[in-house]
Nanobody
Framework: QVSLVESGGGLVQAGDSLRLSCAAS????????MGWFRQRPGKEREFVAAISKTGGRTIYADSVKGRFAISRDNAKNTVYLQMNSLKPEDTAVYSCAADRDIADIATSSIPRYDYWGQGTQVTVSS
């Protein structure tokens, strides 16, 4: 079983950048596909970005494509989400998640993810 802890959230202005980190422990990090999700106020949790086990494949929600970038460092057991050109509508609690499925692909399907972090708040002011 893997434990996930997010960090890097905060209050920023529109147009600013933030980098979120998600540190994993208690499992073999390179064996997990990883994803970032967010829950905006009053909304359901939604997919943001995902990365395959080796980092060779990434996928993004249309709303963040071109602005956000997901990456991972398997030596540091960490996955990152670089967020640029932030908008007020990006305000949400951002959570990382791990999927232990065998295939080395990236997936946006929330039910496929087995382990979740507690989340970190990102607030973007206009």
């Amino acid at each position: 079983q893997v434990s996930l802890v997010e960090s890097g959230g905060g209050l920023v202005q529109a147009g600013d950048s933030l980098r979120l980190s998600c540190a994993a422990s208690g499992g073999t990090f390179r064996s997990y596909r990883m994803g970032w999700f967010r829950q905006r106020p009053g909304k359901e949790r939604e997919f943001v970005a995902a990365i395959s086990k080796t980092g060779g494949r990434t996928i993004y929600a249309d709303s963040v494509k071109g602005r956000f970038a997901i990456s991972r460092d398997n030596a540091k057991n960490t996955v990152y989400l670089q967020m640029n050109s932030l908008k007020p509508e990006d305000t949400a609690v951002y959570s990382c998640a791990a999927d232990r499925d065998i295939a080395d692909i990236a997936t946006s399907s929330i039910p496929r993810y087995d382990y979740w972090g507690q989340g970190t708040q990102v607030t973007v002011s206009s």
